[in-house]
């Protein structure tokens, strides 16, 4: 299974980005989706995720709450995390990962099979 992370960049504070993650080489279906993020000098820690089957999602905490959503296409085989309201302690690489049968979202790094590359947001004016 692979994962691609894309739609990183630089971008004023308020300001909105998505985040997509492709998903090729099994059923997209059979994966719970999360994304989490890395802050430099912190450890890489749970943002959102959407269950298989897109009909329960999980934040982390209320800083996103609001803020953030996710989605997923399973025709498309990609999630989406949407951004808005953006804030500088966002600044990090967002990654996308995949857990395989899992019912829920796990929120634990070690739950997940499968790792995207990472993609830069800096948010900064």
């Known amino acids: 299974v692979q994962l691609q992370a894309s739609g990183g960049g630089l971008v004023q504070p308020g300001a909105s980005l998505r985040l997509s993650c492709a998903v090729s080489g099994s059923t997209f279906s059979n994966y719970a989706v999360g994304w989490f993020r890395q802050a430099p000098g912190k450890e890489r820690e749970f943002v959102m995720g959407?269950?298989?089957?897109?009909?329960?999602?999980?934040y982390a905490d209320y800083s996103i709450k609001g803020r953030f959503t996710i989605s997923r296409d399973n025709a498309n085989n990609t999630v989406y995390l949407q951004m808005n309201s953006l804030k500088p302690e966002g600044t990090a690489v967002y990654y996308c990962?995949?857990?395989?049968?899992?019912?829920?979202?796990?929120?634990?790094?070690?739950?997940?099979?499968?790792w995207g590359q990472g993609t830069q947001v800096t948010v900064s004016s």
């Open positions: 990962a995949a857990a395989r049968g899992s019912l829920g979202v796990p929120i634990i790094i070690t739950y997940y099979d499968y």
């Open positions: 959407i269950t298989s089957s897109g009909v329960s999602t999980r």
